[in-house]
C-alpha cells in the first residue's frame, strides 16, 4: 500500500509536486513513525529534518516516488488534472510495484492498482503524510532555485503563493516563465501592461 500527496495547488508560479511513498511499518523507527504528520502542522525544520530521514532508509523500510508537471502543463490542463498527473507520475517512479494505493483528497490518479481517497490522509495515513512532506520539501527546494534565476517575488519564502510580496514582484518585474498564466492574477498582471 502506497501513500500519495502533492505540494503547490494554490501558488501562482512553479510546478506542482507529487510524492508516493511505501513504508514498511515493522520496520519503521519509531521516532520516524512518531514524527510523520500532515507537512503543514510541522516547521519548515521538522520537514527537512523528517525528508532527510525518509530518504536516509533502506529498500526494505521504504520506497519512494516523485512526479511534477511543469507550468506549461498545468496551463494546458488545469491545477487539478496537472495535480494527478504528478501523482501518477511518482506513483510511477517507485521502485516497487504498488498493489494499492491511498491518495490524500478527494480525486485520484490513474493508477495501475486500486486506489482509495483519504480526505485528510496526510494526517490520517503514515505513508500520506510521509509522501505530503517529500512532496513539499521537494517543491520548497524547486521554488528556491527559481528564486534565484527570478529575483524580486521572494519565491524562496512564499513559494511561489500570492502574497504581498510576491504581488509587488510581479507590479514591478512583470510575468515570469515559471508563472502559471491560466491563474487569474496572472492573466490579470499580462492584461495590465500595455
Not at 520506497?63 to 491545477?79: K, W
Not at 494527478?84 to 483528497?105: F, N, P, T
Not at 495515513?125 to 512532496?135: H, T
Not at 528556491?144 to 510580496?165: D, F, I, K, S
Request: hydrophobic share 45%.
Amino acid at each position: 500500500m502506497i501513500g500519495l500527496d502533492e505540494a503547490g495547488r494554490g501558488p501562482w508560479a512553479g510546478p506542482v509536486v507529487a510524492a508516493a511513498v511505501w513504508l514498511n511499518p515493522d520496520t519503521l523507527p519509531s521516532p520516524l513513525r512518531d514524527g510523520l504528520d500532515d507537512s503543514k502542522k510541522l516547521s519548515a525544520k521538522a520537514r527537512e529534518n523528517l525528508f532527510e530521514a525518509l530518504l536516509a532508509l533502506s529498500p526494505e523500510q521504504a520506497a519512494i516516488g516523485r512526479g511534477e508537471a511543469a507550468v506549461e502543463e498545468i496551463d494546458a490542463l488545469n491545477i487539478l488534472q496537472a495535480s494527478l498527473l504528478a501523482m501518477q507520475r511518482a506513483a510511477a517512479a517507485l521502485s516497487i510495484a504498488a498493489e494499492a494505493a491511498l491518495v490524500d483528497g478527494r480525486q485520484i490518479p490513474s493508477l495501475p492498482c486500486p486506489a482509495r481517497p483519504v480526505v485528510k490522509g496526510d494526517s490520517r495515513s503514515l505513508s500520506i503524510a510521509a509522501a505530503s512532506i517529500v512532496a513539499k520539501v521537494s517543491r520548497d527546494r524547486a521554488m528556491a532555485l527559481l528564486a534565484a534565476q527570478h529575483p524580486g517575488y521572494g519565491w524562496e519564502r512564499n513559494q511561489g503563493y500570492g502574497t504581498v510580496e510576491h504581488r509587488a514582484g510581479l507590479d514591478r518585474l512583470g510575468v515570469t516563465a515559471a508563472h502559471r498564466r491560466s491563474f487569474r492574477p496572472i492573466r490579470d498582471a499580462l492584461a495590465s501592461k500595455p
